[in-house]
């Protein structure tokens, strides 16, 4: 298994077959906002509600480039990952990220 640093948010999902670390840094939260086109937390939570497939691999890919999982943040369109699992994974990091 890998190891996270719960102190840093760091969680571990399988996606794709193996474990991941994700982490929400600040770099991904900024890479997030970017994408989903929000500023600031309420905002970021209001459109979290609602993430179309497209909006969850943006998230997905930035929670695994700040875990150090850029290599598969990169191939996210050509990995099989299923929707659930990657609403789960998501799901994981926010709360890893809340301490």
Known sequence: MIGVNKVRGEA???LAGAERRLCLTLG?????????DVSGI???????RAL?????MAVLAALL???G???????????AIDPVE???AVALAFTAARG
């Open 12 to 14: 571990v999902a399988v």
């Open 28 to 36: 991904a939260l900024a890479e997030i906002e970017t994408a989903l």
């Open 42 to 48: 309420a905002g970021l939570a209001e459109r979290m």
């Open 52 to 56: 179309s497939a497209r909006d969850l």
């Open 65 to 67: 480039r700040g875990g």
């Open 69 to 79: 999982e850029g290599g598969l943040a990169g191939d996210l369109d050509r990995a």
């Open 86 to 88: 990657a609403a789960e």
